[in-house]
């Protein structure tokens, strides 16, 4: 929880998750975040939706709104009340294969299913702080498709994460997998900043 919170916390087991709804940021006084545990992938999820309570009623999960008096049924539409849906997938940060040394982020694969009118924002991250985004288009006449995409070179951090999303109101994604290359760079001697 971060905030004021004046909400209650909800949770409900649907699909193989449990989700709970919360407030999220400074200064959050109602439940404006879903996380998800996703039992099948052992992974943590995070939704941009303000929900208040759940129920679900023959196999359809319903929530309520978090700010005014609505009902909403989860999964019929890919937008939240006709507001784009901010989704996205984010790898924790890497060092590579020794944490003693920097790394040059050479290449990115991913392999994704192919969607109708549909695309992806790849963005990878070094340091903590340095973010370099490109889009990856999902539609292909292929049941799945792979981009393999060379990163410019002299791309050095200590550490890097990849982040995967869409935030289209009508546009859903699918990633099967990420690999990222890359090249260990000599170790040098460095102080603390």
Do not use: C, H
């Amino acid at each position: 929880f971060e905030g004021g919170a004046a909400d209650k916390s909800y949770g409900i087991y649907f699909e193989d998750k449990i989700m709970w709804s919360l407030p999220v940021g400074a200064g959050a006084t109602t439940n404006n975040r879903v996380i998800f545990y996703d039992l099948l992938n052992q992974a943590w999820l995070l939704y941009d939706l303000p929900a208040n309570g759940f129920y679900v009623k023959f196999n359809r999960l319903y929530f309520g709104s978090s700010t005014s008096g609505y009902i909403f049924k989860y999964g019929d539409v890919e937008n939240d009340n006709g507001s784009a849906i901010n989704s996205y997938w984010k790898s924790k940060d890497f060092f590579g294969a020794d944490p003693f040394t920097t790394q040059e982020l050479a290449n990115i694969s991913i392999a994704a299913k192919s969607v109708s009118n549909s695309s992806a924002t790849i963005t990878y991250v070094t340091n903590g702080s340095t973010s370099t985004s490109f889009t990856m288009p999902l539609t292909s006449s292929k049941a799945f498709i792979n981009m393999n995409k060379n990163i410019p070179a002299s791309t050095i951090g200590s550490t890097f994460n990849v982040q995967v999303g869409n935030n289209a109101s009508d546009q859903s994604w699918e990633i099967f997998g990420i690999q990222v290359g890359i090249r260990p760079k000599s170790w040098i001697p460095e102080t603390p900043k």
